[in-house]
């Protein structure tokens, strides 16, 4: 994968799928396919022209390039997003950055898709310019829901990763530095890899969820603030690493999410929370060796 800002793009003939693609998801691959270039945003456009900031994302910059090559397409073009560009007439944008900068033979964009000053350019504007073919791909529907990163993004803050996954058409993924914790997990003989939630990405609801890691080992996650004890400690995702014996402390750990085991509860003794642990390892082993 080619992951190349804007200003370094060398000049060549494209086929070009243009959007922000946070996720990927199934939709974004319908716009995607049949494409040797995916060109995105660096901020969300959000960021830089609404009040409210930008969504928590559901990729990162290198998650999207992985997912984009995961479907073929070696090229992942990155134009920042600024309030000059905000400000641009649509026409500048197809005639110096379509045209000019990427030699779009074709161009894809979703139903949906709005560029230039005030959003006024629209996959009509790109349909009426000869200069390349416009596939215009309508918004998918997957069982009678609109397959947006929206909607993707409630079902994550829900606990419903399996609908999420399966919507993603990949595991959901967090990555982050092992930091450490309380030790309260290795005390109850599970000692956990522990991660912040990284700051403006969209984290799982609360509760535990059958994960692996990067390397493919099982483990029991729980997302949350751990209700059983009183540490004072913010919000924070624990993983318990099956078949793994190694201090992971300071260094990276990705963590894919598979399915919602329960939600996050209080138990009435250390006791009862181990005897329930023990069945959330066992679930998550079975479940993990199965799901993709």
């Known amino acids: 994968?080619?992951?190349?800002?804007?200003?370094?793009?060398?000049?060549?003939?494209?086929?070009?799928?243009?959007?922000?693609?946070?996720?990927?998801h199934l939709g974004h691959r319908a716009v995607i396919a049949g494409n040797d270039t995916v060109v995105t945003f660096d901020p969300h456009p959000s960021a830089v022209i609404s009040s409210r900031g930008a969504p928590p994302l559901l990729t990162?910059?290198?998650?999207?390039?992985?997912?984009?090559?995961?479907?073929?397409?070696?090229?992942?073009?990155?134009?920042?997003?600024?309030?000059?560009?905000?400000?641009?007439?649509p026409e500048q944008f197809i005639d110096e950055v379509i045209v000019g900068r990427?030699?779009?033979?074709?161009?894809?964009?979703?139903?949906?898709?709005?560029?230039?000053?005030?959003?006024?350019?629209?996959?009509?504007?790109?349909?009426?310019?000869?200069?390349?073919?416009?596939?215009?791909?309508?918004?998918?529907?997957?069982?009678?829901?609109?397959?947006?990163?929206?909607?993707?993004?409630?079902?994550?803050?829900?606990?419903?990763?399996?609908?999420a996954n399966h919507l993603l058409g990949a595991n959901f993924v967090i990555e982050g530095e092992v930091v450490h914790g309380d030790e309260r997990g290795r005390e109850l003989g599970f000692p956990t890899a522990n991660i912040v939630p990284p700051e403006g990405f969209v984290c799982p609801g609360h509760g535990v969820y059958a994960c692996r890691?990067?390397?493919?080992?099982?483990?029991?996650?729980?997302?949350?603030?751990?209700?059983?004890?009183?540490?004072?400690?913010?919000?924070?995702?624990?993983?318990?690493?099956?078949?793994?014996?190694?201090?992971?402390?300071?260094?990276?750990?990705r963590i894919e999410f598979v399915a919602r085991l329960r939600g996050e509860r209080r138990f009435e003794n250390a006791d009862a929370l181990v005897e329930q642990m023990h069945d959330d390892v066992r679930r998550t082993r079975e479940l993990v060796s199965v799901v993709g």
Request: aromatic share 8%.
């Open 213 to 253: 890691t990067g390397d493919g080992n099982p483990a029991a996650v729980n997302v949350g603030v751990r209700p059983t004890f009183e540490t004072g400690r913010g919000e924070l995702i624990e993983a318990y690493v099956l078949d793994f014996d190694g201090d992971l402390y300071g260094r990276p750990l």
């Open 60 to 89: 990162t910059l290198e998650r999207k390039a992985e997912l984009v090559e995961a479907i073929g397409v070696s090229e992942l073009v990155v134009v920042p997003f600024t309030r000059e560009l905000a400000a641009e007439p």
């Open 102 to 163: 990427l030699g779009a033979t074709s161009v894809a964009v979703g139903e949906n898709f709005r560029f230039g000053h005030r959003a006024s350019g629209d996959p009509a504007l790109l349909q009426a310019d000869p200069r390349f073919e416009t596939r215009v791909e309508p918004l998918l529907e997957v069982e009678g829901e609109i397959v947006s990163s929206s909607h993707i993004r409630g079902l994550l803050l829900g606990g419903a990763v399996d609908w």
């Open 1 to 24: 994968m080619t992951l190349i800002p804007l200003a370094d793009v060398a000049p060549r003939e494209r086929r070009v799928a243009i959007g922000f693609f946070d996720g990927v």
